[in-house]
Nanobody, 124 residues
Framework: QVQLVESGGGLVQAGGSLRLSCVASGRTFSLYAMGWFRQVPGKQREFVAAISWSGGNTYLVNSVKGRFIISRDNAKNTVYLQMNSLKPEDTAVYSC?????????????????WGQGTQVTVSS
């Protein structure tokens, strides 16, 4: 079992930055690839970013490339999502998730554990 707790969300103006953190407890964090997803009420959950267990490989959805950075610190059991140049369309609840399968980075079905999410609101 892995427990995930996100933090760092909030209200920011367009063009601003936020850094989300996701702390894991339970089973060995470094065994899992980690992902960030976001969801707006009434819409499907959307893949945002993923990082391999070692941090050597990262994946970003096209709409955030050049603006968001995903990273991890296995010593701290934490994965981060640095979000820069935020846009109103980035407004959503952001959730982190753990993937033990080593594939399907952008598919939420492939993720075993999920956090509760943190709200990010970008005002225009």
């Amino acid at each position: 079992q892995v427990q995930l707790v996100e933090s760092g969300g909030g209200l920011v103006q367009a063009g601003g930055s936020l850094r989300l953190s996701c702390v894991a407890s339970g089973r060995t964090f470094s065994l899992y690839a980690m992902g960030w997803f976001r969801q707006v009420p009434g819409k499907q959950r959307e893949f945002v970013a993923a990082i391999s267990w070692s941090g050597g490989n990262t994946y970003l959805v096209n709409s955030v490339k050049g603006r968001f950075i995903i990273s991890r610190d296995n010593a701290k059991n934490t994965v981060y999502l640095q979000m820069n140049s935020l846009k109103p369309e980035d407004t959503a609840v952001y959730s982190c998730a753990a993937n033990s399968m080593g594939s399907g980075w952008n598919n939420p079905i492939k993720y075993n554990y999920w956090g509760q999410g943190t709200q990010v609101t970008v005002s225009s």
